[in-house]
């Protein structure tokens, strides 16, 4: 039977590639507009569900060839990015992470630190959820704790608060590290293929853990705000870890101390030179080895999310595509009127520009056609290039205001505790709270 509805979505995708490839053919050449109408294309699918994600994802080593906007080997190339494979170590440890229950272990922990009122448990889960964002997915954290959150009180505006305070906090804590958000994975492949010289695991931590810090405190105040400090009862019995969760414990220690130990510190230690991706990489596959063997790949491949690992290749892709056609500079000579203001308002204008446009759109897809752009801008202009596309892939983050904008804030919405209303009322005050600190960070500590 012919799903209707799936063809409808289809068919807008089509359409919309059609009025983006004709509105594009005045400006740009023929190559360049191709590749502005399949993005279009790619763009409405991943964000209307046409089509599975990874069927999506996919479609760029079909497309670019065929249209003649990139080769088959240089797209496919893509597809077996570093990072991916970055990526890929990470979630074997979040299933791990996920199978032995450790998350709730952790999210105990965060819990005990705070009174066991309203306002208390709004901090809990919002520094719960990004902590454990920072080293799992955001959509697996969310999925891990918003049930949690829902069963803490049977107020519905309250569950309405925690609900959120998970979902807001999935997002803000998944810039704390290079795995812990797709966009940043984009930023250092994007990086690793124009040659520059990426941070190192610990070097990224430092410089977002203000902003991350700062932001837990904003979303939790705001979510807070109105609420009264009536006494909750939290299950606050205290389990030994067992077997499983002590290994992982283990296992999760040597990687951050051989990521540390990797790390350079000036002239003092050069670091030990290791590739960060076969560190992660390493580190979830012992999860299949003896002694640890808490993962089998018969009963956990089900889990690895291969269609975020198409996404990826697709972004990679995306991104070469639009540096070979020409297209990112083109776009950058447009955008250089803006090179006539301070830098400062510069930054604030990449800023709103992706922080408002993620809303209605994948990260992912947007961060990939916006780096190639950003940095041909950067270098037209003289200016900073890495602190522009450090804005650009955290505001790419920073979507607060619709459930299409991030899998957590669909999480979220379908639990039945969140409306549109609610979500666009919070979200939008944190999306200029986002914008405003993103900048004053970049300027006071990344520059």
């Known amino acids: 039977m012919i799903d209707k509805v799936a063809c409808k979505k289809i068919a807008v995708a089509i359409l919309i590639a059609l009025v983006a490839f004709l509105l594009s053919f005045i400006p740009f050449t023929l190559t360049q507009s191709?590749?502005?109408?399949?993005?279009?294309?790619?763009?409405?699918?991943?964000?209307?569900?046409?089509?599975?994600?990874?069927?999506?994802?996919?479609?760029?080593?079909?497309?670019?060839?065929?249209?003649?906007?990139?080769?088959?080997?240089?797209?496919?190339?893509?597809?077996?990015?570093?990072?991916?494979?970055?990526?890929?170590?990470?979630?074997?440890?979040?299933?791990?992470?996920?199978?032995?229950?450790?998350?709730?272990?952790?999210?105990?922990?965060?819990?005990?630190?705070?009174?066991?009122?309203?306002?208390?448990?709004?901090?809990?889960?919002?520094?719960?959820?990004?902590?454990?964002?920072?080293?799992?997915?955001?959509?697996?954290?969310?999925?891990?704790?918003?049930?949690?959150?829902?069963?803490?009180s049977d107020d519905a505006k309250l569950k309405m608060r925690f609900a959120l305070g998970v979902?807001?906090?999935?997002?803000?804590?998944?810039?704390?590290?290079?795995?812990?958000?797709?966009?940043?994975?984009?930023?250092?492949?994007?990086?690793?293929?124009?040659?520059?010289?990426?941070?190192?695991?610990?070097?990224?931590?430092w410089m977002m853990t203000p902003l991350v810090f700062i932001m837990f405190i904003v979303v939790a105040s705001l979510l807070s705000v109105g609420v009264s400090d009536v006494k909750i009862f939290l299950d606050d019995e205290k389990k030994a870890l067992d077997a499983n969760q002590k290994k992982i414990l283990l296992l999760l220690g040597g990687v951050v101390l051989l990521l540390l130990l990797n790390a350079?510190?000036?002239?003092?230690?050069?670091?030990?030179?290791?590739?960060?991706?076969?560190?992660?990489?390493?580190?979830?596959?012992?999860?299949?080895?003896?002694?640890?063997?808490?993962?089998?790949?018969?009963?956990?491949?089900?889990?690895?999310?291969?269609?975020?690992?198409?996404?990826?290749?697709?972004?990679?892709?995306?991104?070469?595509?639009?540096?070979?056609?020409?297209?990112?500079?083109?776009v950058a000579s447009y955008l250089l009127a803006l090179t006539n203001f301070s830098t400062i308002l510069i930054l604030i204008s990449i800023a709103i520009l992706i922080t408002f446009t993620t809303e209605i759109t994948s990260n992912t897809a947007l961060i990939s056609v916006m780096l190639p752009i950003i940095y041909a801008l950067a270098i037209q202009a003289n200016m900073d290039v890495k602190l522009f596309m450090i804005v650009a892939t955290v505001c790419a983050s920073y979507a607060f205001m619709l459930p299409i904008a991030t899998p957590p804030n669909a999480i979220a919405m379908s639990s039945g505790a969140v409306s549109v209303k609610d979500m666009l009322r919070y979200g939008f005050l944190l999306n200029l709270a986002g914008i405003f600190f993103v900048v004053i960070i970049a300027e006071l500590f990344w520059r």
């Open 34 to 152: 191709l590749l502005v109408g399949v993005i279009a294309f790619l763009v409405v699918l991943w964000t209307n569900e046409g089509l599975p994600l990874g069927v999506v994802s996919l479609l760029p080593i079909v497309l670019f060839p065929s249209f003649g906007i990139l080769s088959t080997g240089l797209t496919t190339q893509h597809y077996a990015n570093p990072i991916i494979f970055l990526f890929l170590g990470g979630f074997f440890i979040a299933i791990a992470v996920e199978k032995s229950n450790l998350h709730k272990w952790i999210a105990n922990k965060v819990f005990s630190i705070f009174p066991a009122t309203p306002r208390g448990v709004i901090f809990s889960l919002t520094i719960s959820s990004g902590l454990l964002s920072s080293l799992l997915s955001n959509t697996t954290t969310a999925l891990l704790l918003i049930p949690i959150a829902l069963f803490i």
């Open 167 to 205: 979902a807001y906090g999935a997002s803000v804590g998944g810039i704390l590290t290079p795995i812990g958000t797709p966009p940043n994975l984009i930023l250092f492949g994007f990086m690793q293929d124009k040659g520059m010289e990426t941070f190192s695991f610990i070097e990224w931590m």
């Open 264 to 330: 350079p510190l000036g002239s003092f230690w050069g670091g030990l030179g290791l590739n960060e991706s076969v560190v992660l990489l390493s580190g979830g596959l012992l999860l299949f080895a003896p002694p640890f063997g808490i993962l089998d790949w018969m009963d956990d491949k089900s889990k690895v999310p291969f269609r975020i690992m198409f996404l990826f290749g697709a972004g990679f892709s995306i991104a070469a595509a639009f540096s070979s056609s020409g297209l990112a500079d083109e």
